[in-house]
């Protein structure tokens, strides 16, 4: 997914892009947001908004990392380092060798199967897939390429280059003894479980960030996803937690567990969640959603249970994130506005301000 979000950037290449659902960027928005997005995988013309704005975010980095293993110490363990965060492509070459335009086609509700060399693809007597649209006089290269992809729909893929997305887990394995025993908790899923203060089944012992599991009780409008922001925000409060405790001191959990806010951009534009975005633990029959979609400008998404707002999804320039965060947590009742709520002519700002 990580490439196909900057795919404004990626020019002069053939982009084969593999999902097991039924639309694009499942993992954050509902398909009527991806359909919106879906014009920006065959521009070639650029992005909306400004992909030169300056980035001010801290970069970390784990030394030595890359370093061959001849380099290292004998024993040494192979370190691993940071994810590749949101601005991995600054300052590189997004330009494939092919003059032509850039194309994506896109495999819905497929997994990658197998990944073969051209001798095995050969013996096997598999024949490879056409990827995008070619001139007449430009052959298919046919067995040629580096490497071949087998999914699960039968089509197999020649490519210089496959990046694999496929979401973030719990690392815990440096916890675990050799005899496959380890001392501190672990939810089912292999996260370190944390309680409301960061603490772990460990006395001294704290978790932050991906690695861990929040076992206490959520608000009903937050809930744990392995992003970035949350890791950021987890460890700033772990920090604060220990230094109390060496206090003997408790802290109160901090505002930011109260709702759910995640900030990023898809295809140059700025997407904002709140709250339970895409009805997250909630029946059909407990919610309703407001919609208001501006083709190529917006996309607003208000999700509402029992006439109060619960969470949304604001693409683009909306100037509403404001408004909907203070909705969703003061829990206004909205029964008698939701015909005008995201009525264009209605300036709702004014209105809750």
């Not at 460890?235 to 001191?249: F, I, L, T």
Request: charged fraction near 25%; charge should be negative.
């Amino acid at each position: 997914m990580v490439v196909l979000l900057h795919r404004y950037e990626v020019k002069g290449c053939q982009v084969v892009w593999v999902i097991r659902h039924t639309a694009i960027c499942h993992t954050f928005v509902d398909e009527g947001a991806a359909v919106f997005f879906l014009p920006h995988l065959h521009d070639d013309s650029g992005c909306h908004g400004d992909t030169a704005e300056l980035r001010k975010r801290t970069k970390y980095v784990c030394e030595g990392v890359g370093e061959g293993r001849e380099e290292r110490g004998e024993g040494e363990k192979e370190r691993i380092g940071s994810a590749l965060g949101p601005d991995w492509h600054t300052g590189r070459q997004m330009k494939g060798r092919n003059e032509g335009p850039t194309h994506v086609q896109v495999e819905y509700e497929v997994e990658v199967k197998e990944i073969l060399t051209a001798s095995q693809v050969k013996s096997r007597g598999l024949q490879p897939s056409k990827i995008g649209p070619r001139p007449p006089e430009e052959p298919q290269l046919g067995y040629q390429w580096p490497i071949f992809v087998a999914l699960t729909n039968g089509k197999v893929f020649g490519c210089d280059l496959v990046v694999s997305a496929t979401g973030v887990f719990p690392n815990t394995t440096c916890l675990t003894s050799s005899a496959g025993q380890t001392e501190v908790e672990l939810s089912e899923e292999g996260g370190v479980v944390v309680d409301n203060q960061m603490r772990t089944s460990l006395s001294h012992v704290y978790a932050a960030g991906d690695v861990c599991t929040a076992r206490w009780t959520h608000s009903q409008l937050w809930f744990q996803m392995r992003l970035w922001t949350q890791g950021r925000q987890m460890g700033s409060y772990a920090a604060r937690a220990m230094v109390a405790h060496s206090r003997n001191e408790e802290v109160s959990l901090d505002f930011c567990f109260e709702l759910f806010a995640h900030v990023t951009k898809f295809f140059g534009y700025k997407v904002v969640l709140l709250g339970l975005y895409n009805s997250q633990g909630l029946d059909t029959s407990q919610y309703e959603v407001l919609l208001r979609c501006t083709k190529g400008q917006e996309y607003v998404k208000a999700v509402l249970r029992d006439g109060r707002m619960v969470g949304g999804i604001l693409i683009g320039e909306t100037d509403l994130e404001e408004t909907f965060e203070n909705l969703i947590l003061n829990q206004l009742d909205l029964t008698d506005l939701k015909d005008c709520l995201l009525d264009p002519r209605v300036d709702i700002e004014d209105y809750f301000d």
